[in-house]
């Protein structure tokens, strides 16, 4: 594989766990080509050449809208989509728009680090709330809103990942969603889900959405063509209310600039209505869920057994628990020079980690035979690590 293909601070002579890359395997290259030619064919393409409608290519978004329909049995209309400039413009957006009412915004422990900076940026304060496998712990989350009710300090946004977790791999329960959903209602917190890994199930079908339980009432559903299609693609989606629709199209960005990325929602839409898109989805389930697989078996059978990780049902990330002795930034930097990149977990936590002992390792990039070499390796660093301790 040629250098300029590799993620971010990989070589051809690491086993790269730690980035949330897709597979290059499963990148469509050819069918994207040929979509493509077919959009710009079209006899209204040359509009693809414009800045574009707020809200997006509106065959873009009935095809959502059904999709989202169909998959999770609820009624979502074309006036409940919106498509925008992948997940991180989704969640920028609505962070401008919701999240400065009180400054505050409520963020699992961990989460997802870039999404934090992407908070930090617009100044806001980050406060965070513990999960454990099956999702947010409530009675910590509910003695969490009752005391920033009386510092006068409720958050306006709670940022949540529900299903297939980054960094956590877990998938939160619909018990633990509905009590979510309840105790935001009740203090009138925004629910934010970014739920960009929802489709890439392995064992089961995750339980509905924050969106289709609340009945679309107070939840901003995030989605993105990132993790299912191609990232360089930078296109993503929300589901929510009318209201926040229409606010995210008045916002100035949009008036200024018009829809996020004509031509590639073009693009995209050719594929999809195709039918092309949710056929990949199948091929993605398998190619990962062998990835996983991979990776679960080689934990097993190389890993201390004071070292825990989580056991996703999808996605890409699985979440390790490291030794007492064991930082996972030092681990970090030893493993890197045994070859295995991984991703220490204090980045993952708005608030500090208190342990420093866990990591996050991806399955979705490496094959395989260099999953289960990689595993192999990390795991003689640990004993390394364990016994020099």
């Known amino acids: 594989m040629e250098p300029s293909f590799l993620p971010q601070g990989a070589t051809s002579d690491t086993v790269a766990l730690a980035m949330g890359n897709p597979a290059v395997e499963a990148l469509p290259w050819d069918s994207l080509q040929q979509a493509?030619?077919?959009?710009?064919?079209?006899?209204?393409?040359?509009?693809?050449?414009?800045?574009?409608?707020?809200?997006?290519?509106?065959?873009?978004?009935?095809?959502?809208?059904?999709?989202?329909?169909?998959?999770?049995?609820?009624?979502?209309?074309p006036q409940n989509v919106m498509i925008t400039a992948g997940s991180t413009g989704a969640v920028d957006m609505i962070a401008r728009l919701y999240a400065h009412r009180t400054g505050v915004v409520l963020v699992e422990a961990p989460t997802y680090r870039d999404v934090l900076q992407v908070f930090r940026d617009q100044h806001l304060r980050l406060v965070s709330v513990a999960i454990d496998d099956d999702g947010p712990m409530i009675e910590p989350l509910r003695a969490l809103l009752e005391r920033l009710h009386r510092e006068q300090a409720l958050p306006s946004v709670f940022y949540t990942i529900p299903t297939f977790h980054n960094p956590g791999g877990i998938t939160a329960s619909l018990e633990r969603r509905q009590a979510v959903i309840d105790l935001c209602q009740q203090y009138g917190v925004l629910i934010v889900e970014d739920d960009v890994?929802?489709?890439?199930?392995?064992?089961?079908?995750?339980?509905?959405?924050?969106?289709?339980l609340a009945g679309g009432v107070g939840v901003v559903s995030v989605g993105s063509f990132s993790k299912t299609l191609a990232p360089g693609?930078?296109?993503?989606?929300?589901?929510?209310?009318?209201?926040?629709?229409?606010?995210?199209?008045?916002?100035?960005?949009?008036?200024?600039?018009?829809?996020?990325?004509?031509?590639?929602?073009?693009?995209?839409?050719?594929?999809?209505?195709?039918?092309?898109?949710?056929?990949?989805?199948?091929?993605?389930?398998?190619?990962?869920?062998?990835?996983?697989?991979?990776?679960?078996?080689?934990?097993?059978?190389?890993?201390?057994?004071?070292?825990?990780?989580?056991?996703?049902?999808?996605?890409?990330?699985?979440?390790?628990?490291?030794?007492?002795?064991?930082?996972?930034?030092?681990?970090?930097?030893?493993?890197?020079?045994?070859?295995?990149?991984?991703?220490?977990?204090?980045?993952?936590?708005?608030?500090?980690?208190?342990?420093?002992?866990?990591?996050?390792?991806?399955?979705?990039?490496?094959?395989?035979e260099a999953i289960t070499q990689g595993i192999a390796a990390l795991a003689g660093v640990v004993r390394d690590l364990t016994e020099g301790a």
């Open 197 to 212: 890994y929802r489709d890439i199930s392995f064992d089961k079908k995750p339980p509905p959405s924050y969106y289709a």
């Open 233 to 368: 693609l930078r296109l993503g989606w929300i589901v929510a209310a009318e209201g926040v629709i229409q606010t995210c199209i008045n916002s100035g960005s949009l008036q200024m600039g018009g829809g996020a990325n004509p031509l590639v929602a073009s693009l995209v839409t050719e594929y999809c209505q195709q039918g092309l898109w949710e056929a990949h989805i199948d091929g993605l389930r398998e190619l990962y869920g062998e990835r996983r697989d991979a990776m679960l078996v080689a934990l097993a059978a190389h890993m201390p057994p004071d070292v825990t990780w989580t056991k996703p049902n999808g996605g890409y990330f699985v979440w390790l628990t490291l030794p007492q002795a064991v930082d996972g930034g030092w681990l970090a930097a030893r493993a890197k020079a045994a070859g295995v990149l991984i991703a220490p977990g204090h980045s993952f936590f708005a608030e500090g980690d208190p342990h420093t002992r866990h990591i996050r390792l991806s399955f979705s990039y490496a094959q395989p």
């Open 36 to 77: 493509g030619a077919r959009a710009l064919a079209l006899p209204r393409a040359h509009q693809a050449l414009q800045y574009g409608d707020e809200q997006g290519v509106p065959e873009l978004i009935t095809y959502l809208a059904d999709k989202v329909s169909r998959t999770e049995g609820i009624l979502v209309a």
